[in-house]
Antibody, heavy 119, light 112 residues
Framework: EVQLVESGGGLVQPGGSLRLSCAASGFTFSSYWMNWVRQAPGKGLEWVSTITSGGSERYYLDSVKGRFTISRDNAENSLYLHMNSLRAEDTAVYYC????????????WGQGTLVTVSS | DIVMTQTPLSSPVTLGQPASISCRSSQSLVFSDGNTYLSWLQQRPGQPPRLLIYKISNRFSGVPDRFSGSGAGTDFTLKISRVEPEDVGVYYCTQATQVPYTFGQGTTLEIK
């Protein structure tokens, strides 16, 4: 059974940093591209970042470029999102999702972790 | 960026009756490999998104056959043949043809 479990969310002050983690199981993690998608309270879904299976290519939403870094550890079956210079508008539930490129797209999603940026 | 526009944004339906949601993209979603990477997601209250339909019309594993997708190019439709109580939630179309992967605004399905 495919499982994605996010952790690392919490309350952080504007300008602060946070690292989110996503633990994957039930599939060959190293074979899949992975995403981070966020959802502000009461709002819709917004793609944040994607990383290729080997980690050599990374893509970002314009508003997080230079502040967020996506990474992965295929030996540990883990995906990360390093977030710096956080702003109030980054407040959201952050989901990791698996991307099966060329087939099902974003097919499995975690339960999400809440990031609140506030003083 | 590809803009995804859904209509309606809210859909009150009677149990057992059909429902339909439209999604239009600002440019063609046909990828260079000939496939169209348009998916539909369901998000029940308090839950994460769940994949229903991929590549326009393919039901994902475990999705009831009352859900169907259709369309081509820039215009797509999700249909529910007979709405059940567990179908209440928000439905999103999304494209994976081009980065940034974008989502529609979401359509809230509610029971009359």
């Amino acid at each position: 059974e495919v499982q994605l479990v996010e952790s690392g969310g919490g309350l952080v002050q504007p300008g602060g940093s946070l690292r989110l983690s996503c633990a994957a199981s039930g599939f060959t993690f190293s074979s899949y591209w992975m995403n981070w998608v966020r959802q502000a309270p009461g709002k819709g879904l917004e793609w944040v970042s994607t990383i290729t299976s080997g980690g050599s290519e990374r893509y970002y939403l314009d508003s997080v470029k230079g502040r967020f870094t996506i990474s992965r550890d295929n030996a540990e079956n883990s995906l990360y999102l390093h977030m710096n210079s956080l702003r109030a508008e980054d407040t959201a539930v952050y989901y990791c999702s698996r991307l099966q490129l060329g087939v099902t797209g974003q097919d499995y999603w975690g339960q999400g972790t809440l990031v609140t940026v506030s003083s | 960026d590809i803009v995804m526009t859904q209509t309606p944004l809210s859909s009150p339906v009677t149990l057992g009756q059909p429902a339909s949601i439209s999604c239009r993209s600002s440019q063609s979603l046909v990828f260079s490999d000939g496939n169209t990477y348009l998916s539909w997601l369901q998000q029940r209250p308090g839950q994460p998104p769940r994949l229903l339909i991929y590549k326009i019309s393919n039901r994902f594993s475990g999705v009831p056959d009352r859900f169907s997708g259709s369309g081509a190019g820039t215009d797509f439709t999700l249909k529910i043949s007979r709405v059940e109580p567990e179908d209440v939630g928000v439905y999103y179309c999304t494209q994976a043809t081009q980065v940034p992967y974008t989502f529609g605004q979401g359509t809230t399905l509610e029971i009359k």
